[in-house]
T-cell receptor
Framework: DQQVKQNSPSLSVQEGRISILNCDYTNSMFDYFLWYKKYPAEGPTFLISISSIKDKNEDGRFTVFLNKSAKHLSLHIVPSQPGDSAVYFCAADESSGSARQLTFGSGTQLTVLP | KAGVTQTPRYLIKTRGQQVTLSCSPI?????VSWYQQTPGQGLQFLFEYFSETQRNKGNFPGRFSGRQFSNSRSEMNVSTLELGDSALYLC??????????????FGEGSRLTVL
């Protein structure tokens, strides 16, 4: 039973346009969400996070939106650049838990075409 | 500041063998977590250690075990290897300030192939 789902395994976008990556979750105890980017042969690197008390967090070209009622979050990248081509993982955490344990989605491969 | 270091980067084993993977966290980080990544499955949580104590364990069989040393370095062990254990094993460290306390910093992973 996947508690965090990324239903699009891949996405292709033209350079300069907006990339929108989506993520759904089922566990209502999740209250902290993160996005990671992963290049081949490298470990995931942190991109941006959002707490459940917010509905938007922005950092440069990256914006994460959280819709708690729909249990849905999305990552917007504007404008998209070829260097953004990577696998993007959505992850969720429970602040009421006793340990650092992230639940990850299966990832979305983003390809930005020049 | 050095990142999370994992050794070995690549290894090949045969079924029934055991393997030990090592992880050195970022200096000052006391929490070390392990994740398994397989194609199409994302990252699956294995366990988390903090101050030499296992705080949480994922849904993996007892063949998967780990430990953390007083210097925060961690090892994970997989015994009686099966073909399905072939995966990228990722170690991540954090300050350990509790859930939601910031991001995890990942190493580059150890790629295990079981033949």
């Amino acid at each position: 039973d996947q508690q965090v789902k990324q239903n699009s395994p891949s996405l292709s976008v033209q350079e300069g346009r907006i990339s929108i990556l989506n993520c759904d979750y089922t566990n209502s105890m999740f209250d902290y969400f993160l996005w990671y980017k992963k290049y081949p042969a490298e470990g995931p690197t942190f991109l941006i996070s959002i707490s459940s008390i917010k509905d938007k967090n922005e950092d440069g070209r990256f914006t994460v939106f959280l819709n708690k009622s729909a249990k849905h979050l999305s990552l917007h990248i504007v404008p998209s650049q070829p260097g953004d081509s990577a696998v993007y993982f959505c992850a969720a955490d429970e602040s009421s838990g006793s340990a650092r344990q992230l639940t990850f989605g299966s990832g979305t491969q983003l390809t930005v075409l020049p | 500041k050095a990142g999370v270091t994992q050794t070995p980067r690549y290894l090949i084993k045969t079924r029934g063998q055991q393997v030990t993977l090592s992880c050195s966290p970022i200096s000052g980080h006391r929490s070390v977590s392990w994740y398994q990544q397989t194609p199409g499955q994302g990252l699956q949580f294995l366990f988390e250690y903090f101050s030499e104590t296992q705080r949480n364990k994922g849904n993996f069989p007892g063949r998967f075990s780990g430990r953390q040393f007083s210097n925060s370095r961690s090892e994970m062990n997989v015994s009686t290897l099966e073909l399905g254990d072939s995966a990228l094993y990722l170690c991540a460290s954090s300050l350990g300030g509790g859930p939601g306390g910031g991001e995890l910093f990942f190493g580059e992973g150890s790629r295990l192939t079981v033949l």
